[in-house]
């Protein structure tokens, strides 16, 4: 019989489940990937290729995570050969980050890996339902994004043409 102090049984809380699911991906990330990279190294990577040039405190909101850990994932990262960091000439406290070519070339190389792991994250659904999924899950992150301490934003062009930033839960 379930405790009366909880008003919920654990397994069916969606803050257990999403943290299940996050250990679930994780996992298969690295059954497929090794240990070439970490997830959050992989979505610093892929917000480079989408946005070649961007400044390190952009890369953070463009890849929902804080400063600090963006800063020591991009030292990795250069570390790595996989990026190069450069003071900003109009911002001195601001670093570039531009993808290598071996980063560039790293990210192709993963291309068939990831495309393993989603198949393997959905392989029990139907099409319809991993559609539906992704549907729910993308509004769930959306409408909370403004809860996040690390919430996503994206980039777009200042005054100065250096990037600003424009938090997503605004558009929702």
Known sequence: MPDPILREPLYTQPGHLLRR?????ASIFHDEIGSLVTPMQYAVLCVLLDNPGVDQVSVAGLAAIDTSTA???ATRLEEKGLLSRRVDPANRRQRILTLTD???DLLLSLNDAI?????RI???FSPREEAR???LLQKLVDVNNHQSRAPLTTARPGPAGSPAEDPVSDRV
């Not at 699911?21 to 991906?25: G, L, M, N, R, T």
């Not at 495309?115 to 198949?119: A, Q």
């Open 115 to 119: 495309g393993r792991l989603h198949r």
């Open 133 to 135: 999924f992704m549907a």
């Open 102 to 104: 071996q980063g560039r």
């Open 21 to 25: 699911a996050q250990q679930i991906s």
């Open 122 to 124: 959905f392989e029990k």
């Open 71 to 73: 800063a020591s994932v």
